[in-house]
């Protein structure tokens, strides 16, 4: 793990979210922007369906989703407060057919801590959109990370891709 910069995830809780992803059947890769070239980047942000991140500067490589993908934006209300009613990713993501969802955390300062429960409740409404709630829909049978976690709903602001741009 590279030294805590600032402005992060509390140390290890990049490992603990993923390895709950991966035992909600999901396949996770985390992903240190600072330390990956481009070329990386561009191919995993290519091939994600479920991007989740706190807001900032690398929020920008949202722009290489494909249509369908889900994105969380995760702020930080002591960190970035002022900045949850600003639409440009919400602009960006839509136009590429992905769907935003805003969290704002109330609590948390720096570093960043996220409880499981919370991060299994963005993950349930996030598996409800774009490409996911596609698959769901066309299964035979439920796919394993389809199944809700059974956390209480979190309070988040959604926004769908316009029309025309919708999976």
Not at 55 to 78: I, P
Not at 128 to 140: F, I, K, T, Y
Request: proline letters at 4%; glycine letters at 8%; zero cysteines.
């Amino acid at each position: 793990n590279a030294e805590y910069m600032g402005r992060g995830w509390e140390p290890g809780t990049s490992q603990r979210l993923a390895a709950r992803g991966r035992e909600r059947g999901l396949d996770v890769t985390v992903l240190s922007f600072e330390d990956t070239d481009d070329a990386t980047i561009a191919a995993m942000m290519h091939n994600t369906t479920l991007f989740f991140a706190v807001t900032g500067a690398n929020f920008v490589h949202t722009r290489m989703l494909r249509k369908g993908a889900v994105a969380v934006q995760y702020f930080v209300r002591k960190l970035f407060g002022a900045h949850y009613t600003h639409e440009e990713y919400a602009r960006l993501t839509g136009l590429r057919g992905v769907s935003l969802i805003k969290v704002m955390d109330n609590e948390s300062s720096d570093p960043i801590r996220i409880s499981t429960e919370v991060f299994d409740a963005i993950v349930d409404q996030a598996l409800g959109l774009g490409v996911h709630a596609a698959m769901v829909q066309a299964a035979l049978t439920l796919p394993k990370w389809a199944n809700l976690s059974g956390a209480p709903p979190i309070s988040s602001t959604i926004t769908l891709p316009p029309e025309r741009f919708r999976f």
